[in-house]
């Protein structure tokens, strides 16, 4: 018996259809969630945030937040392989957790998008998007002042799947350019929530470097702004090299079973299958 095609057109399985532009629909309406929640933290600058669930700011960046992630996941879901569905809640858990413990060490990186980046570079840039959101969402359930980041973590997944999309990680070494480039747009979105809605950075590492900008008589944002600038490429380069090890180590039926690797020949090599030219 002959093995099933693992190829999909280049057009895609629904471009151009009515499913596809139903689809495009609601990714456009989740990025604008996700952005009009942003924007609602920068200029309302809520104090009481950091109260988690009980205060009102936060429960409208929950809501915002939270519906942005779901109208992305609706927009990937029909094209979703139920091994995303299974991957997706151990990124996850993998974000959180590195995140957490990161936090802890006092040095300025993260490492809580690496979850993020594994499913942006399998599924693509909106489930990358959903992916870090949700992120955020769930880690905010432990540590509040993690919510209002939630659109820079949606960023970085979104700028990872356009990154996969565009063979960046065909090759290893483009693979923490990629993650540098993210690192740098990042650094920008996440500044003004660290300086306008908590007046700093809660990071011991990230902290240290805020003050000493500011010794030197920069103003909170500056500081924070150059501190980002500082941390976030690094640990954004390594957080994609990492996700780039990941990924060519998950077995290659498993990898090719995602339409978005298949489509845009994501990865290097020929697709399991595939005839000898």
Do not use: C
């Not at 299974?86 to 809580?112: E, I, K, R």
């Not at 489930?127 to 955020?136: D, E, H, P, Q």
């Not at 501190?227 to 090299?241: E, G, H, N, R, T």
Request: proline letters at 7%; glycine letters at 12%.
């Amino acid at each position: 018996m002959s093995q099933p095609s693992l190829t999909l057109p280049a057009s895609g399985p629904d471009s151009g259809t009515a499913a596809g532009r139903r689809r495009r629909l609601l990714e456009l309406a989740g990025a604008a969630a996700i952005a009009a929640t942003y924007i609602f933290l920068v200029l309302s600058q809520p104090a009481d945030i950091a109260n988690g669930p009980a205060s009102f700011s936060a429960l409208v960046a929950l809501g915002g937040f939270l519906l942005g992630a779901m109208l992305l996941i609706a927009a990937v879901l029909p094209v979703l392989p139920t091994s995303t569905l299974v991957l997706m809640p151990v990124a996850l858990v993998l974000n959180v957790v590195l995140g957490q413990l990161m936090g802890t060490t006092g040095l300025p990186f993260y490492f809580d998008a690496i979850g993020t980046v594994l499913i942006a570079v399998l599924a693509g840039p909106a489930a990358g998007a959903a992916t870090g959101a949700l992120s955020s969402i769930v880690w905010s359930f432990f540590n509040p002042t993690v919510l209002p980041f939630a659109a820079g973590a949606a960023l970085i997944g979104f700028l990872a799947g356009v990154a996969a999309r565009g063979g960046l990680f065909r090759r290893f070494y483009l693979a923490p350019v990629a993650g540098f480039l993210t690192g740098i747009l990042a650094g920008v979105v996440s500044a003004p929530i660290a300086a306008f809605v908590f007046g700093g950075t809660a990071g011991v590492g990230t902290g240290a470097i805020v003050s000493a900008f500011r010794a030197m008589g920069d103003t909170l944002l500056a500081a924070i702004t150059k501190q980002a600038l500082i941390s976030d490429p690094m640990d954004k380069a390594i957080v994609f090299a990492i996700a780039a090890v990941l990924v060519y180590a998950l077995p290659r039926r498993t990898t090719y079973r995602f339409p978005f690797v298949r489509r845009f020949r994501v990865l290097a090599g020929k697709a399991p299958g595939t005839p000898e030219a």
